[in-house]
């Protein structure tokens, strides 16, 4: 259920076919993020305006093998992280880039249960994680995510950094 507290109105009802293990509001709340099995739903979030229908499916991403146990978002809501119970993590853009390519993390031997951008805005000075200049493969040029992390089951963080 999505409810309005303020108001004590539901505003829908989702039925997923798989149980939800995550719920992400993306930082600047125009879209939501959901992990239901080996899928990450975006959904936009709904406006201060009466709609028919307030709840507006954005994007399904798949990918990983097992199920997705963990999300997070980039500082300016453009891209998604997920981590699953197969070791390892995706990353996707949430509008479509062209020639992208969803970049794929391994290196764990037990299932991810933590992932986690490093926040652009302190790392104005750090080499971008998306640098478009040709060696990374990605056309998303002005991206700022210098970092992220992935923690596993057994405590190992692994980080992951952008040099070019």
Request: aromatic content about 10%; hydrophobic content about 40%; proline content about 4%.
């Amino acid at each position: 259920l999505m409810v309005n507290f303020h108001r004590g109105v539901v505003l829908h009802r989702f039925k997923f076919k798989k149980p939800v293990r995550e719920i992400k509001f993306c930082p600047d709340g125009s879209k939501f993020a959901v992990s239901a099995g080996k899928h990450v739903q975006v959904w936009l979030t709904p406006g201060v305006r009466r709609e028919f229908a307030p709840m507006v499916l954005h994007k399904t991403y798949t990918g990983l093998v097992a199920d997705v146990t963990t999300l997070d978002w980039s500082s300016d809501s453009s891209v998604l992280l997920a981590g699953g119970k197969d070791c390892q993590a995706r990353v996707w853009t949430v509008d479509t880039v062209k020639d992208y390519e969803p970049w794929m993390f391994i290196g764990h031997k037990k299932p991810v249960v933590g992932v986690h951008f490093e926040d652009r805005n302190r790392n104005t000075d750090r080499n971008h994680f998306f640098a478009g200049n040709g060696n990374t493969g990605s056309t998303l040029a002005g991206k700022l995510v210098a970092r992220l992390y992935t923690v596993s089951e057994d405590g190992v963080i692994v980080t992951r950094e952008c040099r070019q």
